[in-house]
Each structure stands twice: as C-alpha cells, then as structure tokens.
Nanobody
Framework: QVQLVESGGGSVQAGGSLRLSCTAS????????VGWFRQAPGKEREGVVS???????TYADSVKGRFTISRENAKNSLYLEMNSLKPEDTATYYC??????????????????WGQGTQVTVSS
C-alpha cells in the first residue's frame, strides 16, 4: 500500500499560487513529524518546511513569507500553500513523515516515509 500520496502540482505563472496536498493512508503518518521537500533539476533534494506534533513550523529561508504548511489530522492530510511563486520554485515536491523518533528531523532528510512526488513548474 502507498502510505503518502501528493497531489495539486501543475504549471503556473510567476506570482501565482498552488496548493499541494499529501494524503496519508493512516493517521500515524501525519500525527507526529511531517514535512515538504523539493528537488529541482540538477540539484539535491532540500527541505522546504516541516511541522512537528506540537505544531511548530520550520521554514527554509527561501520560502518564508510565501509558503504555509498546515495539517488536518481528521483527514490524514498535509497541505502546502504556495504563494508568490517564482521560477526558482520549480521542482518535484515530496511530502515526508516520521513517527519513530523522539525528535523530529525538521528540514533534514531523515524521514521514514515519502510520497512519490508532484511536479510544480513556475514560468516567468
């Protein structure tokens, strides 16, 4: 079974907005440590934003003030609201979950579960 599934990607003009969704098969994948990562062409995967079980957010400097992460536990879902998009935001976006560790990975890549990714393309 697929634990995490992303959706909502697409193509948008610079300055536009997109809302990404990540639906988990079980509540345990969302309740504790979750985050969004992205990988642009020719670059390494990097952390975008994370949220822990207490609701504390950690944003990458490149997206602060533009992206917002949210969690809806009742729907086993994680969201990423992306505003004022820039061409530099073009990447494949992945959601990730970790529930085995006492400490959440934050923007580090040590998450146990990953989605398959959804493509976001921002044109100028």
């Amino acid at each position: 079974q697929v634990q995490l599934v992303e959706s909502g990607g697409g193509s948008v003009q610079a300055g536009g907005s997109l809302r990404l969704s990540c639906t988990a098969s079980e509540y345990r994948y969302i309740r504790y440590c979750v985050g969004w990562f992205r990988q642009a062409p020719g670059k390494e995967r990097e952390g975008v934003v994370s949220i822990d079980s207490a609701g504390a957010r950690t944003y990458a400097d490149s997206v602060k003030g533009r992206f917002t992460i949210s969690r809806e536990n009742a729907k086993n879902s994680l969201y990423l609201e992306m505003n004022s998009l820039k061409p530099e935001d073009t990447a494949t976006y992945y959601c990730a979950a970790e529930f085995r560790s006492w400490t959440c990975p934050g923007l580090m890549k040590r998450y146990a579960y990953w989605g398959q990714g959804t493509q976001v393309t921002v044109s100028s």
